[in-house]
Protein backbone atom coordinates (compact mmCIF):
# COMPACT_ATOMS: atom_id res chain seq x y z
CA UNK A 1 0.00 0.00 0.00
CA UNK A 2 2.64 2.48 0.87
CA UNK A 3 4.74 1.59 -2.21
CA UNK A 4 1.43 2.73 -3.85
CA UNK A 5 0.93 5.70 -2.49
CA UNK A 6 4.75 6.64 -3.18
CA UNK A 7 4.22 5.81 -6.57
CA UNK A 8 0.65 7.63 -7.22
CA UNK A 9 2.28 10.91 -5.22
CA UNK A 10 5.45 11.04 -7.82
CA UNK A 11 3.37 10.95 -10.70
CA UNK A 12 0.59 13.48 -9.49
CA UNK A 13 4.09 15.08 -9.31
CA UNK A 14 5.25 14.67 -12.52
CA UNK A 15 2.00 15.78 -13.74
CA UNK A 16 1.85 19.21 -12.26
CA UNK A 17 5.93 19.42 -13.97
CA UNK A 18 4.13 18.84 -17.17
CA UNK A 19 1.31 21.18 -16.66
CA UNK A 20 3.51 24.05 -15.77
CA UNK A 21 6.50 23.34 -18.77
CA UNK A 22 3.57 23.40 -20.79
CA UNK A 23 1.69 27.03 -19.09
CA UNK A 24 5.38 28.27 -19.48
CA UNK A 25 5.20 27.21 -23.38
CA UNK A 26 2.15 28.38 -23.80
CA UNK A 27 3.08 32.09 -22.56
CA UNK A 28 6.38 32.25 -24.68
CA UNK A 29 4.08 31.21 -27.67
CA UNK A 30 1.20 34.30 -26.89
CA UNK A 31 4.21 36.84 -26.42
CA UNK A 32 5.82 35.37 -29.59
CA UNK A 33 2.73 36.16 -31.58
CA UNK A 34 2.23 39.61 -30.49
CA UNK A 35 5.61 40.40 -31.16
CA UNK A 36 5.12 39.32 -34.78
CA UNK A 37 1.59 41.10 -35.00
CA UNK A 38 3.52 44.43 -34.27
CA UNK A 39 6.42 43.76 -36.89
CA UNK A 40 3.25 43.60 -39.36
CA UNK A 41 1.72 46.26 -37.66
CA UNK A 42 4.47 48.81 -38.65
CA UNK A 43 4.38 48.04 -42.30
CA UNK A 44 0.67 48.69 -42.81
CA UNK A 45 -0.84 52.23 -43.09
CA UNK A 46 -4.58 51.64 -41.65
CA UNK A 47 -7.01 53.96 -42.76
CA UNK A 48 -10.43 54.22 -41.10
CA UNK A 49 -13.65 54.78 -43.15
CA UNK A 50 -17.50 54.55 -43.02
CA UNK A 51 -17.34 52.79 -46.59
CA UNK A 52 -20.86 54.19 -47.21
CA UNK A 53 -20.31 57.85 -48.37
CA UNK A 54 -20.00 57.41 -52.55
CA UNK A 55 -18.81 58.75 -54.07
CA UNK A 56 -15.85 59.49 -51.76
CA UNK A 57 -16.46 56.08 -50.02
CA UNK A 58 -18.72 52.58 -50.52
CA UNK A 59 -18.89 49.29 -49.68
CA UNK A 60 -18.47 46.54 -52.86
CA UNK A 61 -18.44 42.52 -52.92
CA UNK A 62 -15.51 41.83 -54.62
CA UNK A 63 -11.98 44.23 -55.90
CA UNK A 64 -13.65 45.59 -59.05
CA UNK A 65 -12.59 49.08 -59.57
CA UNK A 66 -10.05 49.13 -57.78
CA UNK A 67 -11.43 47.49 -54.36
CA UNK A 68 -9.78 47.16 -51.14
CA UNK A 69 -10.88 44.33 -48.48
CA UNK A 70 -12.17 45.69 -45.85
CA UNK A 71 -10.20 44.19 -42.88
CA UNK A 72 -12.04 41.26 -41.06
CA UNK A 73 -14.86 41.22 -43.54
CA UNK A 74 -15.77 39.40 -46.71
CA UNK A 75 -16.79 42.77 -48.51
CA UNK A 76 -14.53 45.41 -49.92
CA UNK A 77 -14.34 49.51 -49.80
CA UNK A 78 -13.92 51.68 -53.24
CA UNK A 79 -14.25 55.30 -53.89
CA UNK A 80 -11.97 58.49 -54.07
CA UNK A 81 -11.61 58.23 -50.42
CA UNK A 82 -9.91 54.77 -51.03
CA UNK A 83 -8.12 55.77 -54.44
CA UNK A 84 -6.30 58.28 -52.68
CA UNK A 85 -5.35 56.08 -49.72
CA UNK A 86 -3.78 54.01 -51.82
CA UNK A 87 -1.57 56.80 -53.25
CA UNK A 88 -0.92 57.22 -49.64
CA UNK A 89 0.64 53.75 -48.71
CA UNK A 90 2.42 52.92 -52.19
CA UNK A 91 4.06 56.73 -51.11
CA UNK A 92 4.78 55.08 -47.63
CA UNK A 93 6.17 52.01 -48.75
CA UNK A 94 3.31 50.58 -46.69
CA UNK A 95 0.42 48.19 -47.42
CA UNK A 96 -3.28 49.24 -47.10
CA UNK A 97 -5.42 48.09 -44.59
CA UNK A 98 -8.84 49.74 -44.91
CA UNK A 99 -10.57 49.79 -41.02
CA UNK A 100 -14.78 49.86 -42.09
CA UNK A 101 -15.76 52.37 -38.96
CA UNK A 102 -18.65 54.39 -37.87
CA UNK A 103 -18.83 58.06 -38.70
CA UNK A 104 -18.63 58.82 -34.79
CA UNK A 105 -16.23 56.05 -34.12
CA UNK A 106 -13.35 57.29 -36.49
CA UNK A 107 -11.81 60.03 -34.40
CA UNK A 108 -11.58 57.92 -30.65
CA UNK A 109 -10.05 54.78 -33.07
CA UNK A 110 -7.60 57.20 -33.99
CA UNK A 111 -6.57 58.63 -30.60
CA UNK A 112 -6.66 55.21 -29.38
CA UNK A 113 -4.23 53.50 -32.20
CA UNK A 114 -6.58 51.55 -33.96
CA UNK A 115 -5.93 53.26 -37.20
CA UNK A 116 -3.38 55.64 -38.68
CA UNK A 117 -5.31 57.55 -40.37
CA UNK A 118 -8.84 59.03 -41.36
CA UNK A 119 -9.81 59.36 -44.96
CA UNK A 120 -12.71 59.19 -45.36
CA UNK A 121 -14.08 62.31 -46.65
CA UNK A 122 -13.80 64.47 -43.51
CA UNK A 123 -13.07 68.15 -43.19
CA UNK A 124 -10.70 69.96 -41.00
CA UNK A 125 -13.04 72.19 -39.08
CA UNK A 126 -11.64 74.20 -36.18
CA UNK A 127 -13.33 72.19 -33.62
CA UNK A 128 -11.66 68.42 -34.81
CA UNK A 129 -8.36 70.46 -35.05
CA UNK A 130 -8.87 71.09 -31.17
CA UNK A 131 -8.16 66.58 -30.81
CA UNK A 132 -6.59 65.52 -34.01
CA UNK A 133 -4.34 66.87 -36.92
CA UNK A 134 -4.99 67.26 -40.04
CA UNK A 135 -2.73 67.38 -43.61
CA UNK A 136 -3.57 69.61 -46.59
CA UNK A 137 -6.57 69.41 -48.34
CA UNK A 138 -6.93 66.46 -50.98
CA UNK A 139 -10.51 67.80 -52.28
CA UNK A 140 -12.83 70.68 -52.11
CA UNK A 141 -15.92 70.75 -53.38
CA UNK A 142 -19.92 72.98 -52.16
CA UNK A 143 -22.31 72.28 -50.28
CA UNK A 144 -25.93 71.10 -52.24
CA UNK A 145 -29.40 69.75 -51.47
CA UNK A 146 -30.42 66.55 -52.39
CA UNK A 147 -34.36 66.49 -53.46
CA UNK A 148 -37.03 64.39 -54.65
CA UNK A 149 -36.86 64.12 -58.62
CA UNK A 150 -40.09 66.14 -59.32
CA UNK A 151 -40.95 67.55 -56.22
CA UNK A 152 -42.01 70.89 -55.25
CA UNK A 153 -38.35 71.96 -54.28
CA UNK A 154 -36.23 70.33 -57.11
CA UNK A 155 -35.99 73.76 -59.26
CA UNK A 156 -35.06 75.72 -55.92
CA UNK A 157 -32.00 78.44 -56.59
CA UNK A 158 -31.71 79.50 -53.33
CA UNK A 159 -31.38 77.72 -49.76
CA UNK A 160 -34.60 80.11 -48.75
CA UNK A 161 -36.61 78.34 -51.10
CA UNK A 162 -36.55 75.37 -48.48
CA UNK A 163 -38.39 77.54 -45.63
CA UNK A 164 -40.62 75.62 -44.01
CA UNK A 165 -38.98 72.21 -45.70
CA UNK A 166 -38.29 69.54 -43.53
CA UNK A 167 -34.09 69.25 -43.90
CA UNK A 168 -31.41 67.15 -42.52
CA UNK A 169 -27.37 66.51 -42.33
CA UNK A 170 -24.95 63.97 -41.44
CA UNK A 171 -24.64 64.06 -37.50
CA UNK A 172 -21.49 65.96 -36.57
CA UNK A 173 -21.10 67.57 -39.76
CA UNK A 174 -20.68 70.99 -41.04
CA UNK A 175 -23.72 69.57 -43.77
CA UNK A 176 -26.03 69.45 -40.20
CA UNK A 177 -24.87 72.68 -39.03
CA UNK A 178 -25.52 74.98 -42.65
CA UNK A 179 -29.17 74.03 -42.45
CA UNK A 180 -29.47 77.05 -39.82
CA UNK A 181 -28.70 79.12 -42.42
CA UNK A 182 -32.30 78.29 -43.84
CA UNK A 183 -35.33 80.82 -42.39
CA UNK A 184 -38.05 78.79 -40.80
CA UNK A 185 -36.86 75.73 -41.80
CA UNK A 186 -37.91 72.56 -40.31
CA UNK A 187 -34.80 70.80 -38.99
CA UNK A 188 -35.14 67.82 -38.97
CA UNK A 189 -32.62 65.11 -36.23
CA UNK A 190 -29.10 64.47 -37.39
CA UNK A 191 -28.50 61.16 -39.26
CA UNK A 192 -25.91 58.85 -38.59
CA UNK A 193 -25.34 58.10 -42.34
CA UNK A 194 -26.23 58.87 -45.99
CA UNK A 195 -27.48 55.83 -46.86
CA UNK A 196 -30.52 56.26 -43.98
CA UNK A 197 -30.94 59.84 -45.22
CA UNK A 198 -31.33 58.62 -48.97
CA UNK A 199 -34.01 55.89 -47.41
CA UNK A 200 -35.88 58.61 -45.68
CA UNK A 201 -35.70 60.71 -48.53
CA UNK A 202 -37.23 58.05 -50.65
CA UNK A 203 -39.65 57.71 -48.27
CA UNK A 204 -41.43 61.44 -47.93
CA UNK A 205 -39.76 61.58 -44.28
CA UNK A 206 -37.61 64.32 -44.84
CA UNK A 207 -37.65 66.63 -47.93
CA UNK A 208 -34.25 66.92 -48.68
CA UNK A 209 -30.18 66.57 -47.29
CA UNK A 210 -27.61 68.70 -47.17
CA UNK A 211 -24.19 67.33 -48.86
CA UNK A 212 -21.25 67.69 -50.86
CA UNK A 213 -21.75 68.37 -54.51
CA UNK A 214 -19.96 64.55 -54.92
CA UNK A 215 -22.15 63.18 -53.11
CA UNK A 216 -25.33 64.82 -54.91
CA UNK A 217 -24.20 63.25 -58.00
CA UNK A 218 -23.67 60.15 -56.85
CA UNK A 219 -27.10 60.49 -55.16
CA UNK A 220 -28.95 61.61 -58.24
CA UNK A 221 -27.06 59.18 -60.50
CA UNK A 222 -27.44 56.08 -58.38
CA UNK A 223 -31.56 56.62 -57.81
CA UNK A 224 -33.33 58.24 -60.48
CA UNK A 225 -35.76 59.47 -57.88
CA UNK A 226 -33.36 61.80 -56.75
CA UNK A 227 -32.17 65.21 -58.06
CA UNK A 228 -29.43 67.36 -57.10
CA UNK A 229 -29.92 71.34 -56.34
CA UNK A 230 -27.14 74.25 -56.80
CA UNK A 231 -27.74 77.45 -55.65
CA UNK A 232 -27.32 80.68 -56.97
CA UNK A 233 -27.46 81.84 -53.34
CA UNK A 234 -26.05 78.54 -51.33
CA UNK A 235 -25.04 78.39 -48.10
CA UNK A 236 -21.96 80.40 -46.53
CA UNK A 237 -19.44 78.29 -45.31
CA UNK A 238 -15.85 78.43 -45.12
CA UNK A 239 -13.42 76.41 -47.15
CA UNK A 240 -11.99 74.64 -43.81
CA UNK A 241 -16.15 73.49 -43.84
CA UNK A 242 -16.01 72.14 -47.90
CA UNK A 243 -12.96 70.95 -48.19
CA UNK A 244 -11.63 67.42 -47.13
CA UNK A 245 -8.25 65.88 -45.56
CA UNK A 246 -6.51 63.25 -44.22
CA UNK A 247 -6.97 62.92 -40.27
CA UNK A 248 -4.35 62.00 -37.92
CA UNK A 249 -3.06 61.70 -34.56
CA UNK A 250 -1.77 65.05 -33.18
CA UNK A 251 2.23 65.18 -33.47
CA UNK A 252 1.73 62.26 -36.60
CA UNK A 253 5.21 61.81 -37.42
CA UNK A 254 2.79 60.84 -40.58
CA UNK A 255 1.54 64.41 -41.51
CA UNK A 256 4.76 65.48 -43.73
CA UNK A 257 5.07 62.28 -45.43
CA UNK A 258 1.54 62.44 -46.39
CA UNK A 259 1.38 65.61 -47.55
CA UNK A 260 4.50 64.91 -49.64
CA UNK A 261 2.42 62.62 -51.49
CA UNK A 262 -0.50 64.40 -51.76
CA UNK A 263 1.46 67.22 -53.23
CA UNK A 264 2.33 65.23 -56.21
CA UNK A 265 -1.59 64.27 -57.12
CA UNK A 266 -2.59 67.35 -59.69
CA UNK A 267 -5.45 69.12 -59.31
CA UNK A 268 -6.44 67.49 -63.16
CA UNK A 269 -5.73 63.81 -61.72
CA UNK A 270 -7.59 64.57 -58.72
CA UNK A 271 -10.67 65.49 -60.69
CA UNK A 272 -10.29 62.57 -62.81
CA UNK A 273 -10.03 60.14 -59.59
CA UNK A 274 -13.52 61.61 -58.56
CA UNK A 275 -14.83 61.33 -61.53
CA UNK A 276 -14.19 57.68 -62.33
CA UNK A 277 -15.55 56.82 -58.37
CA UNK A 278 -18.44 58.61 -59.57
CA UNK A 279 -18.95 56.52 -62.89
CA UNK A 280 -17.88 53.63 -60.95
CA UNK A 281 -20.23 53.40 -57.90
CA UNK A 282 -22.24 50.32 -57.48
CA UNK A 283 -26.03 50.95 -58.36
CA UNK A 284 -27.42 50.65 -54.55
CA UNK A 285 -25.66 53.09 -53.03
Not at 67 to 94: S, T
Not at 121 to 139: A, H, L, W
Not at 238 to 246: D, H, L, S
Not at 261 to 277: K, P
Request: with cysteine; hydrophobic share 40%.
Amino acid sequence: MKKRLVFLTIFASLLFLLAACGTDATETSGSSSDNSNKEVAADTFTVGLEAGYAPFNWTQLDDSNGGVKIDGNAEYAGGYDVEIAKRIADGLGKELVIVKTEWDGLVPSLQSDKIDAIIAGMSPTVERKETIDFSENYYTSNFVMVVKKGGPFEGATSIQDFSGAKITGQLNTSHYGVIDQIKDVQKQPASDNFSAMRVALESGVIDGYVSERPEGISASSANENFAMVEFTEGFKAKEEETAVAVGLKKGSELTEEINKILAEISEEERQEIMDAAINNQPAAE
